[in-house]
């Protein structure tokens, strides 16, 4: 079964700061990595998806994919209380997507 | 963009009680899931279905029934409620089994 782990637990980031999130997988056959985020009383929600190895930028965010090192990972460039969060993992198996236990980033002014 | 609701958004029970927590996606998408949500287990996968009539087994699914009236509908059925089920569930749909999007959430407590 698809194992989905994510570094570190929390992260508490300065206002302008840079955020980094890290998420490693077992199953080289893995094809398809999703970052979800979820703000406090609500449901989690698809931030930025990455199939290809490499860098993928979306605004504030790049999401890079390793997959010979099972690895996949997220930096918040300029952080905003708004980022404020628990961010998950999440890398496709047979059943749908397998999502890590998250990490809970806390930006603060 | 995808609209799930949930429903109760909360309810509150008794160990042995009988509980169904509702979903509707209004998107026609395929798939619906169920998840609970805990504290140092993230979110794990009850239930799932294709469609409507369709449905499979995920994680875990020990303690729940699950139902798909309808490609809108997931019902989720919790026969005989125990405290180890106090959660967070959330509902999810997906046209595709990759980006899912997810309701609101219904928290329940089992007392």
């Known amino acids: 079964q698809q194992k989905v782990q994510q570094s570190p637990e929390s992260l508490i980031v300065p206002e302008g700061g840079m955020a980094s999130l890290n998420c490693t997988f077992s199953?080289?056959?893995?094809?398809y990595f999703w970052w979800y985020r979820q703000h406090s009383g609500e449901g989690p929600k698809a931030l930025m998806s990455i199939f290809s190895n490499g860098d993928k930028k979306e605004g504030r965010f790049t999401a890079h994919l390793n997959k010979a090192s099972l690895y996949v990972s997220l930096h918040i460039k300029d952080s905003q209380p708004s980022d404020s969060a628990l961010y998950f993992c999440?890398?496709?198996?047979?059943?749908?997507?397998?999502f890590g236990l998250g990490t809970r980033v806390s930006v603060f002014p | 963009e995808a609209a799930v609701t949930q429903s109760p958004r909360n309810k509150v029970t008794v160990t042995g009680g009988n509980v169904t927590l509702s979903c509707r996606q209004t998107?026609?998408?395929?798939?619906m899931y169920w998840y609970r949500q805990d504290t140092g287990h993230g979110l794990r996968l009850i239930h799932y279905s294709y469609g409507a009539g369709n449905l499979q087994i995920g994680d875990v699914p020990d303690g729940y029934k699950a139902t798909r009236t309808t490609q809108e509908d997931f019902f989720l059925l919790l026969e005989l409620a125990s405290p180890s089920q106090t959660s967070l569930y959330f509902c999810?749909?997906?046209?595709?089994?990759?980006?899912?999007?997810f309701g609101p959430g219904t928290r329940l407590t089992v007392l």
């Open positions: 999440a890398v496709n198996y047979a059943q749908g997507l397998t």
């Open positions: 199953d080289r056959n893995s094809q």
């Open positions: 999810a749909s997906s046209g595709t089994i990759y980006e899912q999007y």
């Open positions: 998107n026609s998408h395929n798939y």
